[in-house]
T-cell receptor, first 113, second 114 residues
Framework: DQQVKQNSPSLSVQEGRISILNCDYTNSMFDYFLWYKKYPAEGPTFLISISSIKDKNEDGRFTVFLNKSAKHLSLHIVPSQPGDSAVYFCATLSNFGNEKLTFGTGTRLTIIP | DTGVSQNPRHKITKRGQNVTFRCDPISEHNRLYWYRQTLGQGPEFLTYFQNEAQLEKSRLLSDRFSAERPKGSFSTLEIQRTEQGDSAMYLC????????????FGQGTRLTVV
């Protein structure tokens, strides 16, 4: 049972335009949502997060939006840069149990120069 | 402190051999996690330590897998009698003992079983 879904395995965006990556989750008990970026042969790197009590968090070019009623979050990158080309994973965290991260399957973002 | 460190970065082993991986977390982090990632998938949870106590194990962790964190600092993950299906990236992450914060990952150990 996939609790966190990223339905787009890949996305291509022109440099300078906005990249929008989407994520859906099924468990309303999730309290915290994160985005990680991963380059080949490296571990995931934390990018940005949002608590369930907020609906938006912004950090520079990166903004995460949370729609709790739809159980949906998105990551906006603007303007997109070639260095943003990577695989992006959304992840969720619950305040229950051992707070382990549950990851989606990832979206490969390619920024076209 | 330069972050979470994993060794080795790459390991090629013959089927049936035992392998051991090491993870050194960020020094003040009490919580340590092991994940496995295969091609096209997100990282999948394997096991979790709080200090030296192993508090949770995934069903993915068969009895050929064992993990330890003897002094609450570094951790080891051992796979006995490796199988080709064990080929994957093994990731270690650590977090401080603070509610709802991000985990920091190491660079992973890429295991190839031939």
């Amino acid at each position: 049972d996939q609790q966190v879904k990223q339905n787009s395995p890949s996305l291509s965006v022109q440099e300078g335009r906005i990249s929008i990556l989407n994520c859906d989750y099924t468990n309303s008990m999730f309290d915290y949502f994160l985005w990680y970026k991963k380059y080949p042969a490296e571990g995931p790197t934390f990018l940005i997060s949002i608590s369930s009590i907020k609906d938006k968090n912004e950090d520079g070019r990166f903004t995460v939006f949370l729609n709790k009623s739809a159980k949906h979050l998105s990551l906006h990158i603007v303007p997109s840069q070639p260095g943003d080309s990577a695989v992006y994973f959304c992840a969720t965290l619950s305040n229950f149990g051992n707070e382990k991260l549950t990851f989606g399957t990832g979206t490969r973002l390619t920024i076209i120069p | 402190d330069t972050g979470v460190s994993q060794n080795p970065r790459h390991k090629i082993t013959k089927r049936g051999q035992n392998v051991t991986f090491r993870c050194d977390p960020i020094s003040e982090h009490n919580r340590l996690y092991w994940y496995r990632q295969t091609l096209g998938q997100g990282p999948e949870f394997l096991t979790y330590f709080q200090n030296e106590a192993q508090l949770e194990k995934s069903r993915l962790l068969s009895d050929r897998f064992s993990a330890e964190r003897p002094k609450g600092s570094f951790s080891t993950l051992e796979i006995q009698r490796t199988e080709q299906g064990d080929s994957a990236m093994y990731l270690c992450a650590s977090r401080p003992d603070v509610v709802l914060t991000e985990a920091f990952f190491g660079q992973g150990t890429r295991l190839t079983v031939v």
